[in-house]
């Protein structure tokens, strides 16, 4: 199974919105609704923010939201914030109930 | 409050052998799909294997046939058993919970565990 293949970087400054992609196959993204997003801050483990493509766990801020078209997932953060600053995967299922995982993209809030 | 905390880790050999455990409190552990993930540092995320409620385990294409996963339900613990260990094995290993057994939403992870595979 191919990582999905996310953007390296995105930047925004504190108040605005950005959005990351992550686009996988029929066979992951777009055959499934198991779409994960989690925030890696330096040298700490992942934390989820997403599940199930636009599903928020508890503690988790409204200004993350994900959607899906198709075999593209993104995630966006609205009132970006310094602390939002870290980088960010998409995991997506896939027939075998196993994840696969995106490449990863470093938010840098300016 | 659900914690999961993984110890084994070191330098090991290439060839050699190490098991990975993970302490799980908080949450009924036997009810819940387990996961390994892996990180070389500095890089991306990896899924290494997992282990469904009903005992049925699945590996990576990568790790298959040289490790095992496996849960002691009377101790709370997760393990990874790792033989002919490579030096691409080298990375941080988190141990993670499955939400509810999609095979894809890892809500708790825990801190950590470095293996490094190095002559």
């Known amino acids: ?110 | 409050e659900v914690q999961l905390v993984e110890s084994g880790g070191g330098l090991v050999q290439p060839g050699g052998s190490l098991r990975l455990s993970c302490a799980a409190s908080g949450f009924s552990f036997s009810s819940y799909w387990m996961h390994w993930v892996r990180q070389v540092p500095g890089k991306g995320l990896a899924w290494v294997s997992h282990i469904k409620s009903d005992e049925t385990t699945t590996y990576a294409d990568s790790v298959k046939g040289r490790f095992t996963i496996s849960r002691d339900k009377a101790k709370s613990t997760l393990y990874l058993q790792m033989s002919s260990l490579r030096a691409e094995d080298t990375a941080v290993y988190y141990c993670a919970r499955d939400l509810y057994g999609s095979g894809s939403s890892l809500d708790s992870w825990g801190q950590g565990t470095l293996v490094t595979v190095s002559s």
């Open chain 1, 1 to 110: 199974q191919s990582a999905l293949t996310q953007p390296a970087s995105v930047s925004g400054s504190p108040g605005q919105s950005i959005t990351i992609s992550c686009t996988g196959t029929s066979s992951d993204v777009g055959g499934y609704n198991y779409v994960s997003w989690y925030q890696q801050r330096p040298g700490k483990a992942p934390k989820l923010m997403i599940y199930d493509v636009s599903h928020r766990p508890s503690g988790v801020s409204n200004r993350f939201s994900g959607f899906k078209s198709g075999n593209t997932a993104a995630l966006t953060i609205s009132g970006l914030q310094a602390e939002d600053e870290a980088d960010y995967y998409c995991s997506s299922g896939t027939g075998k109930n196993t994840p696969v995982f995106g490449g990863g993209t470093k938010l840098t809030v300016l």
